[in-house]
């Protein structure tokens, strides 16, 4: 059989009816090229299969059309509908992601940031673990947006789950409850904090009660360990740092005997889709994590063009209030 003849640029300059030369423009430089014509040109192109070459497009432009994606882990739910995000919104500025996962390391991080730095356009670094000096660093060196992490002046999109736990914080104190339990994330959580304080705050306000268990890694198994603590501490309500130590505390509870809610309220400071259906349902704070891909990469796209990166965008969650957490007693 006879192997079909690839689409060449100078194939769609002959039925566009326009130089090669505007055809190469219409993909690499498009504004140099008027949006009807520009138009007409990409139309013909997918009628007749044509791609332009990334590598062609590097070697004219000195830009890859790649954006770098970093996050910490995928068997956090947290990060799923982030990464999916992400790679909607890169494919609609006609950009693809390279992602890389640091397994909850800070050394990992760091060096698939330096790797990754001299092989993309830009970078978008989810809930980094690596320091301040070191993101300050990179960020002169290519364009850098931080998801759920704040440096400086540095461009972010942040998702405001202080304000979320203290949500969950008030609807506890609200139903009685008078000593909580935070279970906090794994050790230099940037997370941690701020959401710390904001529940000694309320805590305070209140004349409640705050434990804070942890430092733990984010994962079931350390949910199942530290549950032990929580069941010892006296307290009548948790709050999960997130939903993979929601799930753990869920099990290691249960195992030793302590009913949620009967006995422990329990809500997690992100939302999982199986919390709906789980025994019983449990309270959690829905996070807009599809609109802060879209802003990251939106704000990237800023950076690319030498504009401004604008202000960070600050989102926030959505308290849902289910079966897991009632009145104590």
């Not at 509908?81 to 693809?96: H, S, T």
């Not at 301040?132 to 999109?157: N, T």
Request: hydrophobic share 45%.
């Amino acid at each position: 059989m006879r192997q079909q003849k690839s689409v060449s640029m100078a194939d769609v300059a002959r039925v566009a009816g326009v130089a090669k030369s505007t055809v190469s423009r219409a993909f690499i430089h498009p504004t140099l090229v008027a949006a009807p014509t520009r138009e007409r040109i990409r139309r013909i192109a997918d009628e007749m299969g044509f791609r332009p070459s990334r590598v062609a497009r590097a070697l004219s432009t000195g830009r890859t059309g790649l954006l770098g994606l970093v996050v910490p882990t995928l068997s956090n739910p947290f990060f799923g509908p982030l990464v999916a995000a992400v790679q909607q919104a890169a494919e609609e500025e006609d950009r693809q992601i390279v992602l890389m996962i640091s397994e909850l390391s800070a050394e990992r991080e760091t060096r698939l940031i330096e790797r990754l730095s001299s092989e993309v356009d830009g970078l978008i670094v989810a809930t980094s673990l690596c320091g301040d000096p070191f993101l300050r660093k990179v960020a002169k060196r290519i364009p850098l947006v931080l998801v759920d992490r704040r440096v400086g002046r540095l461009p972010s999109v942040l998702i405001d789950t202080p304000s979320g736990v203290a949500a969950i914080a008030d609807h506890l104190i609200g139903a009685g409850h008078r000593r909580l339990c935070y279970v906090s994330g794994p050790p230099g959580s940037w997370a941690d904090a701020p959401r710390i304080a904001a529940l000694r705050g309320r805590a305070e306000e209140s004349g409640a009660d705050l434990v804070v268990a942890g430092p733990i890694p984010p994962t079931v198994d350390a949910g199942i360990e530290v549950s032990e603590t929580v069941a010892k501490a006296g307290v009548t309500a948790v709050i999960g740092y997130n939903s993979a130590t929601v799930l753990g505390l869920l099990h290691g509870l249960g195992t030793q005997g302590v009913r949620v809610p009967e006995d422990v309220s329990v809500a997690s400071a992100d939302d999982f889709i199986l919390f709906q259906s789980t025994k019983p349902a449990v309270t959690v704070l829905r996070l807009p994590l599809e609109e802060a891909g879209h802003a990251a990469v939106g704000m990237l796209a800023r950076l690319l063009r030498g504009e401004r990166p604008g202000k960070p965008v600050v989102l926030g969650p959505e308290l849902l209030i289910r079966e897991s957490t009632r009145p104590p007693g």
